[in-house]
């Protein structure tokens, strides 16, 4: 089992950018695929990035390509989102998870692990 842990929220302009961050502790951190993911008021939580077991494969949502960037950083237990140009329909609470298996997934019924989540407020 692992345990994920969100920080880096926060409110910032549209046109900013913030890093969120995941620390995992628990199980060996490179056995699990990794994901970003976010739910806004009213709406499904759904997928934003993911990262494969070794960092070498990435997913990205459409809304998010050019914009976004997940990385991995194995000596730290954490995985990373760069979030640039941000807009305010990126407003959400995002979410870290963890998936048991072999290849990273794109939705929410493949992750099995989940953070608490951490607010992200983008003003216009």
């Known amino acids: 089992q692992v345990h994920l842990v969100e920080s880096g929220g926060g409110l910032v302009q549209a046109g900013g950018s913030l890093r969120l961050s995941c620390a995992a502790s628990?199980?060996?951190?490179?056995?699990?695929?990794m994901g970003w993911f976010r739910q806004a008021p009213g709406k499904e939580r759904e997928i934003v990035a993911a990262i494969s077991k070794n960092g070498a494969s990435t997913y990205y949502a459409d809304s998010v390509k050019g914009r976004f960037t997940i990385s991995r950083d194995f000596s730290k237990n954490t995985v990373y989102l760069q979030m640039n140009s941000l807009k305010p329909e990126d407003t959400a609470v995002y979410y870290c998870?963890?998936?048991?298996?072999?290849?990273?997934?794109?939705?929410?019924?493949?992750?099995?692990?989940w953070g608490q989540g951490t607010q992200v407020t983008v003003s216009s």
């Open positions: 998870a963890a998936r048991d298996g072999v290849a990273a997934g794109t939705t929410r019924y493949e992750y099995d692990y």
């Open positions: 628990g199980r060996t951190f490179s056995s699990y695929p």
